[in-house]
T-cell receptor
């Protein structure tokens, strides 16, 4: 049958405000998580990662929070800028499987209002 | 900053034809990957490659697909006898190691259109 395209959740944020993008991951055994940003016509761009032995990790203007109890990951972007407009994907990996095969989430489209 | 480069950016082919998608991974990286993204859908793993052999492949990566590292810089994905449903963005990625201390870096993709 014909595949149905995903309807991406969309988050609209005023420039300068903080953004929070959420992700529910699927595998409770996953121990490594990455956030990617994908702009139109480009490949996924690495933003930040976190291992399962951590709850929080900060980068430049970005923070990732991990809640293993409820299998939830979030990406916080401080002082959101127009250049942050993109689709954001979380990805998970279970390193115990001996592979580096990322499983991507559905993605959230972030639109920054100038 | 080093980056993964892919050619061509757009490839149009007729159903049943063979296509080769090309990638130049980051030069000191050892692990190479192909992912694909059908329009409007998730990014999906196809195959990983290390030390001149496939490390892991998904169910999507059937006998129609093959990968090769023909020289010290290129990494290719060959699709034999393309089908309409092969139309997608194909992303090449590389990492320094196979572990989680070296995130995957993706190229900008090749848009494959099968008519």
């Amino acid at each position: 049958g014909e595949s149905v395209g995903l309807h991406l959740p969309t988050l609209s944020v005023q420039e300068g405000d903080n953004s929070i993008i959420n992700c529910a991951y699927s595998n409770s055994a996953s121990d490594y998580f990455i956030w990617y940003k994908q702009e139109s016509g480009k490949g996924p761009q690495f933003i930040i990662d976190i291992r399962s032995n951590m709850d929080k990790r900060q980068g430049q203007r970005v923070t990732v929070l991990l809640n293993k109890t409820v299998k939830h990951l979030s990406l916080q972007i401080a002082a959101t800028q127009p250049g942050d407009s993109a689709v954001y994907f979380c990805a998970e990996n279970y390193s115990g499987a001996g592979s580096y095969q990322l499983t991507f989430g559905k993605g959230t489209k972030l639109s920054v209002i100038p | 900053e080093p980056e993964v480069t892919q050619t061509p950016s757009h490839q149009v082919t007729q159903m049943g034809q063979e296509v080769i998608l090309r990638c130049v991974p980051i030069s000191n990286h050892l692990y190479f990957y192909w992912y694909r993204q059908i329009l409007g859908q998730k990014v999906e793993f196809l195959v990983s490659f290390y030390n001149n052999e496939i490390s892991e492949k998904s169910e999507i990566f059937d006998d129609q697909f093959s990968v090769e590292r023909p020289d010290g810089s290129n990494f290719t994905l060959k699709i034999r006898s393309t089908k309409l449903e092969d139309s997608a963005m194909y992303f090449c990625a590389s990492s320094g190691t196979g572990g989680t201390d070296s995130p995957l870096h993706f190229g900008n993709g090749t848009r494959l259109t099968v008519t």
